[in-house]
């Protein structure tokens, strides 16, 4: 079975520069999620979808971050403009919604982000 | 009160012996307590979890125990070997957000042979 696939694995970027990072889930996960990584802390959630619904985006900073998942299948995340604290490991995680509330959440390798 | 607070921030063992790492939460609506193991360069991977309705779950060396009262949990690595060096994170989650976790900080774990 194939895992969660991240692009690219790193980039670095000025700030004010815009960025756009691409996920592809696991085959048959429902839910996709973004959790950003900074140095020394856990992820924490940027933006969860069920299919390609929004279902928790309250610590997505929605004037620089959007997000979208067409078609429920690939997302990608983008900043615009950012800025030095947003350096960080983005994460993406999926995993399969069935009958019950909790899933294991399989992660890609992450796309780590410097922003100079 | 959505908070997952974990300890220590590093442990250093000898090989053989046993590493302990803590959480404390304070939502007690939380029902689900995964622990994430993370290699350099990788994403988190689940570990093992556990539900608030035992106290206590054990896959090969690693035991979860869990103290509903205290709203603490915990990671117990018996026989702690140089390839469980990683950062372990342990997480919370709340039945009614559709499986959304939250973790706590993470402890680097390094077992010196």
């Known amino acids: 079975e194939a895992g969660v696939a991240q692009s690219p694995r790193y980039k670095i970027i000025e700030k004010r520069q815009s960025v756009a990072f691409w996920c592809n889930p696991i085959?048959?996960?429902?839910?996709l999620y973004w959790y950003q990584q900074i140095l020394g802390q856990g992820p924490k959630l940027l933006i969860q979808f069920q299919n390609n619904g929004v279902v928790d985006d309250s610590q997505l900073p929605k004037d620089r971050f959007s997000a979208e998942r067409l078609k429920g299948v690939d997302s990608t995340l983008k900043i615009q403009p950012a800025k030095l604290e947003d350096s960080a490991v983005y994460l993406c995680a999926s995993s399969f919604t069935g009958s019950m509330s909790y899933n294991e959440q399989f992660f890609g390798p992450g796309t780590r982000l410097t922003v100079l | 009160q959505q908070q997952v607070k974990q300890s220590p921030q590093s442990l250093i063992v000898q090989k053989g012996g046993i590493s302990i790492i803590n959480c404390a939460y304070e939502n007690t609506a939380f029902d689900y307590f995964p622990w994430y193991q993370q290699f350099p360069g990788k994403g988190p991977a689940l570990l093992i979890a556990i539900r608030p309705d035992v106290s206590e779950k054990k896959e090969g060396r690693f035991t979860i125990s869990f103290n509903k009262s205290a709203k603490q949990f915990s990671l117990h690595i018996m026989d702690s070997q140089p390839g469980d060096s990683a950062t372990y994170f342990c997480a919370a989650g709340q039945g009614t957000s559709y499986g959304k976790l939250t973790f706590g900080q993470g402890t680097i774990l390094t077992v010196h042979p």
């Open positions: 085959s048959g996960h429902a839910t």
